[in-house]
């Protein structure tokens, strides 16, 4: 599908979307609607990025251009340290998240858990955390698929 049509079915997600929250479309209908958007997004995302890769030797500016404009989260939230400190500066954060993802890819056996919350200037002392614990990602790293299907 070309340009146009993945913008058509972005409208036709918000469309959908106002009319979930009218009362006028079942929750299945909307949910079927936005995963074929998210479907189509990503699909014209991966073109692009492989038109890219393909066209690098030859036209450098198109790729710099591209990864120029790529939005990047820069906030996050504060951390829960190995002591159980609330961690909220930026060089504390960045020590916290190098030490758990070290000791993923190193021998050393510890039992504690980072905890994460994310967003911007909520009240940090009354959200409720997620935790992710080595043996998490230790999993999601023995199943990530190192070959594009």
């Known amino acids: 599908m070309d340009e146009q ?4 079915k972005l409208k036709h997600k918000k469309e959908a979307y ?16 936005v995963r074929a958007a998210r479907d189509q997004v990503r699909k014209a ?15 450098k500016k198109s790729f710099y251009r591209h990864v120029s404009g790529e939005k990047t989260r820069e906030n996050v939230g ?25 000791s993923v890819f190193t021998s050393k056996c510890s039992s504690h858990t980072t905890q994460v919350t994310e967003g911007k200037g909520r009240d940090w002392e009354n959200e409720e955390l997620a935790t992710v614990g080595e043996d998490q990602v230790r999993d ?4 990530l698929k190192v070959h594009g299907t």
């Open 5 to 8: 049509g993945s913008l058509d």
């Open 18 to 33: 106002r009319g979930w929250k009218q009362g006028q479309a079942a929750w299945e209908e909307y949910r079927e609607i």
């Open 45 to 59: 995302k991966a073109l692009i990025e492989l038109n890219l890769a393909r066209d690098i030797k030859g036209n």
């Open 78 to 102: 504060p951390l829960w340290n190995d002591t159980g400190d609330l961690v909220t500066w930026e060089a504390e954060k960045a020590e916290v998240l190098n030490d758990f993802f070290a």
């Open 140 to 143: 999601h790293l023995r199943n």
